[in-house]
């Protein structure tokens, strides 16, 4: 039978950064990531060539996307297609956002 409701005790669970971790499930298609900032938590600059979008659900984070850099508060969305230099920066306060990417980031199972 399959598993349509997942705990997040059940999702893989990966520290991407000193201060960032995330705990992930995947379907066929895309993944769906919990982002976890500690205080100032920091993900560096990278790429890879996974789209990628997601929604901020508490404290802030000022990204960096492709040479902009604006400041993202609860509720506000990013896109981010694959290949664009990306990072960001959690405000003092922390944050929790939900990520979103296709194809499946293999890495992150």
Same mark, same amino acid.
Request: aromatic share 8%.
């Given at each position: $039978? @399959?598993? =349509? ?6 999702? *893989? /669970? /990966?520290?991407?950064?000193? %201060?960032?971790?995330? &705990? ?6 895309? $993944? +769906? ?5 500690? @205080? ?5 600059? /990278? *790429? !890879?060539? !996974?789209?990628? $979008?997601?929604?901020? #659900? ?8 492709? %040479?902009?850099? *604006? ?5 506000? $969305? ?19 956002? +939900?990520?979103?990417? /296709?194809?499946?980031?293999? &890495? =992150? #199972?």
């Amino acid at each position: $039978m @399959p598993t =349509y409701i997942i705990d997040r005790e059940d999702c *893989s /669970h /990966h520290q991407i950064f000193p %201060g960032v971790t995330i &705990d992930t499930v995947a379907g066929e298609g895309l $993944m +769906l990531s919990y982002v976890t900032f500690e @205080p100032l938590g920091i993900v560096e600059p /990278h *790429s !890879h060539p !996974h789209e990628q $979008m997601g929604l901020l #659900l508490e404290g802030e984070l000022t990204f960096t996307i492709g %040479g902009i850099t *604006s400041l993202v508060r609860p509720g506000q $969305m990013w896109r981010i297609p694959g290949g664009v230099l990306h990072g960001c920066q959690a405000g003092e306060q922390g944050a929790k956002a +939900l990520d979103v990417f /296709h194809p499946i980031r293999k &890495d =992150y #199972l």
